[in-house]
């Protein structure tokens, strides 16, 4: 926010708004060109981008062309009313059919929003000087954001720029934080992407940082909205919304998954141990092969009956998670990817692999590559109860991955609780490593061995509860 400076002697025009001291100001004078502003809540995001379309505007008038999306039209409701409060007292005029600001030099800013790919297809042909992605956070999927990065360009020579806002959590908290947070997690550091020209060879850097945004910076905001942060009660979410702390992720489903329990590094599997495969179809989205070996407890540390995720492949590669490949390409790759000691038992997969369009489903394309599957049990909740159950698991854990899993476990702790309904994973977020290892885990169930309620409990005085607990074990143990 900013407050109004009235005329006097000394200073004869009115300032409408001017930048806090702080990040706001450096956004202003920041000479990257793509910019994550914010982090916690409070910190005069939405401001800070509005003035600095208005400060583009007035250095560069009609050659300024800006556009600002959000998720969804609604979203969009807020931003246009604070906008009305700055930009009408400096002479703007707003359509309010086309959602567009003329500034009096010519400059326009234009409000959108992107909800799909399609969406971003509208703006392909535009030039812009500013695309402004307000809660960034709120798109699950960087693709749609940065195709606009086409639209960023000036016959004029004007300095294009990416601007995003933004908290932790949300659909798009885990490629968010591995975009801007994770490389500098303080922020304030420059993080160079180099590209090579394909056709002259010339090398161009670009350049991106993260402007950190507190709300001890707005000194509009004080005592009294902290103390409503605090009041959320979720210590992680007080973290996030309070800190900006995107390794609190609030809402995570997978509480119970540990890098220190269920990462481990690379060991020689024997040939002897069961082995199979389990896999999430895509095509434009990301497709997910897992690789799965069946424990037999001779390895120290993974209990017999465990399940260790050895082998990933995650549509292609993680930068390239729209690589499109037919079926056909898949299974050779799969097949690529074994080697002579992967006797694979069985294969479960996406039962959507079975479904004919007009010709042979993918599991039958696949099938005749010699890549064989059978329909993984589809069911959700369930899935999701079996996978928890095996990260709990009893004494030591029943589900393990290696180290070189990298998206798996890039992916899992990102995932969140469905607000509508809570038992569910929010389909929004990139789930398609983890629909995979639910596959894989509902191919072979275990139920984890619960102490039995005391209810149910006859006889107590002959035998003790730990005594009728341990004899469950051992008649689990033997089936």
Known sequence: MGEPIQPSAENPVTIVWCPQKGPQEALLCCPYDEIFFGGARGGGKTDAVLGEFAAHAGEYKQAANALMVRRSRTELKETIERSKQLYEKLGGVFNGTDKIWVMPGGGRLTFAYLDNDT?????????????????????????????????????SGVPCKLIATGNPGGPGHGWIRDRYIDPAPLGWKP????????????????????IPSRVTDNKFLGSDYVANLQMVGDDKLVRAWLMGDFSAIAGAYFDCFSHDLHVVPPFTIPSHWTRFRAMDWGSYRPFVVLWFA????????????ALVVY?????????????????????AGILQRETAEDKINYSVCDPSMYIEDGGPSIAESMSRKGVRFRAADNSRIAGWQEVRGRFLGEEKPM?????????????????????????????????????????GCMSRPWARILPPKREEITGLEK????????REKRRKRAV
């Open 119 to 155: 969406d971003a297809q509208n703006y392909q042909g535009d030039s812009r000087t500013r695309v402004y992605i307000e809660e960034i956070g709120n798109f699950p999927n960087p693709d749609v954001v940065f195709k606009l990065r086409a639209t960023l360009r000036s016959s």
């Open 191 to 210: 993080i160079p992407t180099e590209l090579k020209n394909p056709f002259t060879g010339e090398i161009t850097i670009k350049q991106r940082v993260y």
């Open 294 to 305: 069946v424990s037999d407890g001779t390895v120290p540390g993974i209990p017999k009956g």
């Open 311 to 331: 082998r990933e492949w995650y549509g292609g590669s993680a930068p390239n998670v729209g690589l499109k490949l037919t079926s056909e390409e898949v299974a």
């Open 399 to 439: 589900l393990f991955m290696f180290s070189t899993c990298t998206n798996l476990i890039r992916t899992l702790p990102n995932l969140q609780h469905d607000e509508k309904k809570p038992e569910d994973i929010d389909t929004e977020g990139d789930d398609h490593a983890a629909d995979t290892l639910r596959y």
């Open 463 to 470: 035998m003790s509860l730990n005594d009728l607990w341990e």
